[in-house]
Nanobody, 115 residues
C-alpha cells in the first residue's frame, strides 16, 4: 500500500507564500497524473493543479499565475509553490497520485491565509 505524506502547510498573511510537498512512501510506476486539490469548509473538494504524464500542467482559474506545480520524479514527490496567497485560498490541501489502476490521496494539510 502506498502512502502519500504531505508537508508545508501553515498560517500565512495575505500576500505571502507557502510551498507544499507530497512524497510517496515507495516508488510508484505508471503514474498518470500528480495533483493538488483543496477543500474549504462547507465546500466541495476542487482541483487546484495537476501534472499529467509529467508533461501537461493545468491550473484552476483562481490560482493560475500564482501557484506552480512541479515534480521530482526520482523522489516520487510533487510540490505546490503558492505565491500571493489570498484569504480565499484557505483550505485543507490534498495531494493525489493517479496510477493506472489506483488513486492515492494524502492525509491533507491545512493552509490558512489571514487578511
Amino acid at each position: 500500500q502506498v502512502q502519500l505524506v504531505e508537508s508545508g502547510g501553515g498560517l500565512v498573511q495575505a500576500g505571502g507564500s507557502l510551498r507544499l510537498s507530497c512524497a510517496a512512501s515507495r516508488s510508484i510506476f505508471s503514474i498518470l497524473a500528480m495533483g493538488w486539490y483543496r477543500q474549504a469548509p462547507g465546500k466541495q473538494r476542487e482541483l487546484v493543479a495537476v501534472i499529467s504524464r509529467g508533461i501537461t500542467r493545468n491550473y484552476a482559474d483562481s490560482v493560475r499565475g500564482r501557484f506552480t506545480i512541479s515534480t521530482d520524479n526520482a523522489k516520487n514527490t510533487v510540490y505546490l509553490q503558492m505565491n500571493s496567497l489570498k484569504p480565499e485560498d484557505t483550505a485543507v490541501y490534498y495531494c493525489n497520485f493517479l496510477v493506472s489502476s489506483d488513486s492515492y490521496w494524502g492525509q491533507g494539510t491545512q493552509v490558512t491565509v489571514s487578511s
